[in-house]
């Protein structure tokens, strides 16, 4: 039993040495570690590389709407308050960029509103901190000019899964271009569908600048519709991740301290801009010039007063234009078939939103900018004024149901003309003509007094219950004047029945 617990003895007091050695051993290597990151630390702070606080990086891409963000001058700016400006070009590629939002390798990115919704949802990365600008023209339908409005339309090619395909998203709800979702030629980008189109293999494209400025150099082309004629469709928003919203708001506070400044800066001198278009873009001046006006960039207090909902003394009622485009976006998504049903969270579009550095920088500083004309600002117009107008579309809605020889229409009719309501928060430079028709039976002038009722009877619909202005639409009865044509194999009785109706025409003043 002795010589048994001499040698348990001798065991445990060897694995004890053996123990402290080890101990020794990680206690000196760790030393011999920390003093060589003390002696990093001590080199690094006899250079340059101490004044900086960290990185801050964005994922975006190479459109010209992002350039103040990713500017020269912003980036020297940025390192003036201890961060560098990191850029990560995914070339587009939304779904990777929400990605790499999501597990922390960016701290920001930058997406349109549809782009956001379709890739982040139903978890939703981060939030959104600032609208940076809204396609003006920069997005557009060009076809053959012997195709005369977006009706005509029965093929396109376009570039899939692109903000611009969003645009013909819309259109092919609004103008009940069903068709045409089938008949769509995907393209690798905007030049491949320009290439298209100018070799004859495509009647319509769907483009951007700066291929839409050389489509129309060539004569055989028009503008069918582009975004200068829409409100809150291609928006271009910045997303901060919840690492930034929730640990370090500094990056944000940053960001937006210098962004601000370095966008005024460039509206201030549009020359110098247009010459860091054409060195970036390989643009000529021409070309830079027309691209710079189809970018709407939005300042600080149109963000906070227009767009966020940020209330001063200057603006104590202000608009959430923010709000009303993730609605209309998902509206359209909805509407395409990307979704079967919202996916936006319960509370709304609300929680999608951190504007509370917004707000304190907006309270903390003036911008001197000005808020922009009230774009539902319209002149009264004449009659003959009103008959001069050029169509762009007409819209598809579901038919609204009259009671039998009323001007009383149903409940389902007051929830399609909803419908309406969104189309003219799209399109607001243009003006709505509603036009009532009736069946050919019955006397012409009961019938046409009938329309005209019926007609105006929506239209005081939709100034009473969505406040649109009264100079923007008009309310005309045909009666039975203008019947549709009866298809061939079409029943006398079933042609009867599509005849009293009422159409929807979107009009612009063509100079």
């Known amino acids: 039993m002795k010589i048994k617990a001499t040698i348990t003895c001798v065991v445990l007091a060897a694995i004890a040495m053996v123990a402290f050695f080890l101990a020794s051993k990680g206690q000196e290597e760790e030393l011999k570690l920390r003093s ?18 960290g990185e801050i990086r964005i994922g975006l891409d190479n459109y010209l709407g992002y350039y103040p963000l990713r500017s020269k001058r912003m980036q020297r700016e940025t390192l003036n308050q201890g961060y560098q ?27 349109t509103v549809d782009s956001y919704i379709l890739n982040t949802a139903p978890q939703f990365t981060g939030q959104v ?33 692109s903000p611009s395909h969003q645009f013909l998203k819309a259109s092919i709800i609004d103008f009940g271009l069903d068709k045409l979702k089938n008949n769509i030629r995907p393209a690798n980008g905007s030049s491949s569908a320009l290439a298209d189109l100018l070799a004859g293999k495509t009647d319509a494209a769907v483009l951007w600048e700066p291929d839409i400025s050389a489509a129309l150099k060539d004569n055989r082309f028009k503008t069918l519709i582009s975004t200068r004629d ?10 901060a991740s919840d690492t930034v919203i929730n640990q370090t708001p500094e990056k944000l506070d940053v960001l937006m301290t210098t962004y601000f400044p370095v966008l005024r800066h460039f509206s201030n001198n549009p020359d110098e801009l247009s010459m860091e278009f054409q060195k970036d873009a390989s643009l000529n001046a021409e070309d830079a010039r027309r691209v710079i006006d189809t970018i709407d960039w939005l ?12 209330r001063s003394q200057q603006v104590p009622l202000p608009g959430f234009r923010i709000i009303e485009t993730i609605d209309l976006t998902n509206d359209i998504l909805i509407k395409y078939g990307d979704f079967k049903r919202s996916p936006l969270p319960s509370q ?7 504007s509370k550095q917004l707000g304190k920088l907006h309270k903390k500083q003036s911008t001197g900018q000005t808020i922009a004309k009230n774009e539902n600002y319209f002149d009264r117009l004449s009659p003959s004024a009103w008959a001069s107008l050029d169509p762009v579309a007409s819209l598809k809605i579901q038919p609204i149901e009259f009671q039998r020889g009323t001007r009383t229409f149903s409940a389902e009719a007051k929830a399609e003309l909803q419908n309406i309501k969104n189309i003219l928060k799209r399109y607001p430079r243009y003006r709505l003509s509603i036009e009532g028709h009736t069946s050919t039976q019955g006397d012409a002038q009961v019938n046409r007094q009938l329309s005209s009722e019926r007609a105006e009877a929506i239209r005081r619909h939709l100034l009473d219950t969505y406040k649109v202005p009264p100079n923007r639409i008009r309310a005309i009865g045909r009666g039975s004047d203008a019947p549709l044509p009866r298809q061939d194999g079409k029943s006398f009785r079933a042609w009867l029945r599509t005849l009293s109706r009422v159409e929807f025409h979107l009009l612009e003043k063509v100079y």
């Open 230 to 239: 829409t409100s809150r469709l291609i928006v271009d928003i910045l997303v």
């Open 85 to 111: 400006l990191k850029f990560n070009d995914d070339q587009a590629d939304y779904k990777t960029r929400a990605t790499m939002l999501a597990d922390g390798r960016l701290d920001f990115a930058v997406f």
């Open 129 to 161: 901190v600032m609208v940076i600008s809204e396609s003006k023209g920069a997005d557009a339908i060009v076809a053959k000019k012997d195709l005369a409005t977006v009706n005509d339309l029965t093929h396109v090619t376009a570039t899939l899964d």
């Open 299 to 310: 300042s600080l207090e149109q963000n906070a007063s227009q767009w966020f909902g940020i």
């Open 36 to 53: 060589e990151q003390q002696q990093e630390e001590l080199k690094l702070s006899k250079t340059d590389a101490s004044r900086f606080k």
């Open 348 to 354: 709304g579009a609300f929680p999608l939103l951190s």
